[in-house]
């Protein structure tokens, strides 16, 4: 089973400003099968990167993906009050099981 | 756009059985039997785990290990609707359980849409 460890687990900062969320994975993920999502309370989770890098229909260009192998990367260029959530990754790689992170609470500051 | 909707959730002790729903729809054009679908948990206060996943034609199925043996997946294609049968549920099941769309019809992919969920809570 490929373990993803999120770092950090709260990410507190203003809007307007930069964040860079990140994701280890314990071995290769395939295919860079990687993707991101976003929830917010009492929220369904929505679908924002995947295959590391590419944003899914509807996602604004603020929000991008990059990495391969094990270590992946979540970058909001800059911070809108609707992106204070929290953020999974997910690894979708040629074995079972899918796997999540446990999650970064983006807060604002 | 997809829209998923779970039901069936409830209160059950230790050792009973539950079964989720979750139905499916979208605009025209949206055909639920082209697509694979997934169950997804999350405990109260905890993150993501994924559940099972069925295949577009129901005919393969894959568990997590923590349900193997107790929980079925399966769907109707008739129906737009896919299903969990829960079986000697434990504490540890509790959970707000979520259905989710595959990407693609066989295999498994990232998922592009969620269901809200519905609560399970297992206590005596």
């Known amino acids: 089973e490929i373990v993803l460890t999120q770092s950090p687990g709260t990410l507190s900062l203003s809007p307007g400003e930069r964040a860079t969320l990140s994701c280890r994975a314990s071995?290769?993920?395939?295919?860079?099968?990687l993707a991101w999502y976003q929830q917010k309370a009492g929220q369904a989770p929505r679908l924002l990167i995947y295959?590391?890098?590419s944003r899914a229909t509807g996602i604004p260009d603020r929000f991008s993906g990059s990495g391969s192998g094990t270590d992946f990367t979540l970058t909001i260029s800059r911070l809108e009050a609707e992106d204070f959530a929290v953020y999974y990754c997910q690894q979708y790689g040629s074995s079972l099981p899918i796997t999540f992170g446990q999650g970064t609470r983006l807060e604002i500051k | 756009q997809v829209q998923l909707v779970e039901s069936g959730g409830d209160v059950v002790q230790p050792g009973r059985s539950l079964r989720l729903s979750c139905v499916v729809s979208?605009?025209?054009?949206?055909?639920?039997?082209?697509?694979?679908m997934h169950w997804v948990r999350q405990a109260p206060g905890k993150g993501l785990e994924w559940v099972a996943v069925i295949s577009s034609d129901g005919n393969n199925k894959y568990y997590a290990d923590s349900v193997k043996g107790r929980f079925t997946i399966s769907r109707d294609n008739s129906k737009n609707t896919l299903y969990l049968q829960m079986n000697s549920l434990r504490a540890e099941d509790t959970a707000v359980y979520s259905c989710a769309k595959d990407r693609h019809g066989s295999g498994w992919d990232y998922f592009d849409y969620w269901g809200q969920g519905t609560l399970v809570t297992v206590s005596s």
């Open positions: 295959g590391a890098s």
């Open positions: 979208g605009v025209s054009g949206f055909t639920f039997s082209n697509y694979g």
């Open positions: 071995q290769s993920v395939s295919s860079s099968y």
